[in-house]
């Protein structure tokens, strides 16, 4: 069972370069989230999508966005990348919307913008 | 708004000994409590969580967690480390009237080195 897939697991990145980070899952899952992990703050939610057709900002979607064509693929985009979006980028599914359920996670992608 | 705090960045401790990983929250309502664990160059995956009911959760790998209400707190316990838990763990708090999550809150951390 693959679950979460991302991709790339690695990139370097000239500022000012677009980048689209990659998220596949294979549930069926209806939500889907994209999280940031820094050293000392944790995860940040950057966007999120409760169901296919639908998106919404997280706690730092400034320089990012995201779409939801289908049920299964959750692209985040860098449209002009930053050396703060230094970071690594963890995809992230649960059954449906609700907090009570389980966030699964891909194994990330890490991503550094010189 | 919901916080959570996890006082500890890093815990060392000995193989084969206990360790208690410290969480605190802060919520004016009901909450959702969850400890997730991140071994190395891995994503994260949930050891427990606490919905409603018996205070104590117990979770995968020998895990278990402690909610207190008075004190907002949601410790992580094992009373005998191995060295395959050599992880992150963290700490996330959700609640009833976000019904989302999209709104669960994670911790910093901590990281928890195993000495032989």
């Known amino acids: 069972i693959a679950g979460i897939t991302q991709a790339p697991t690695s990139q370097i990145l000239a500022a000012g370069r677009r980048m689209t980070l990659r998220c596949t899952q294979d549930?069926?899952?209806?939500?889907m989230y994209w999280y940031r992990q820094d050293l000392g703050l944790g995860l940040r939610l950057i966007h999120y999508?409760?169901?296919?057709?639908?998106?919404g900002k997280g706690e730092v979607p400034d320089g990012y966005s995201v779409s939801r064509a289908n049920t299964d693929d959750f692209p985040l985009t860098l449209a002009s990348a930053v050396p703060s979006q230094t970071s690594v980028y963890f995809c992230?599914?649960?059954?449906?919307?609700?907090?009570?359920?389980?966030?699964?996670f891909g194994e990330g992608s890490r991503l550094t913008v010189l | 708004a919901q916080s959570v705090t996890q006082l500890d960045s890093q815990v060392p401790v000995f193989e084969e000994a206990p360790v208690e990983l410290r969480c605190n929250y802060s919520?004016?309502?009901?909450?959702?409590l969850f400890w997730y664990v991140q071994y190395p160059n891995q994503g994260l995956q949930l050891l427990l969580k606490?919905?409603?009911?018996?205070?104590l959760v117990k979770g995968i790998n020998g895990f278990e967690a402690e909610f207190n209400k008075s004190q907002t707190s949601f410790h992580l316990r094992k009373p005998s480390v191995h060295i395959s838990d050599t992880a992150e763990y963290f700490c996330?708090?959700?609640?009833?009237?976000?019904?989302?999550?999209?709104?669960?809150?994670f911790g910093s951390g901590t990281r928890l080195s195993i000495r032989p």
């Open positions: 919520s004016s309502v009901s909450v959702y």
């Open positions: 606490y919905l409603s009911g018996s205070t």
């Open positions: 549930m069926r899952h209806n939500a």
């Open positions: 999508s409760n169901t296919a057709g639908t998106t």
């Open positions: 992230a599914s649960s059954v449906d919307r609700g907090g009570t359920g389980e966030l699964f």
């Open positions: 996330a708090v959700s609640g009833p009237e976000y019904s989302s999550a999209s709104k669960i809150i």
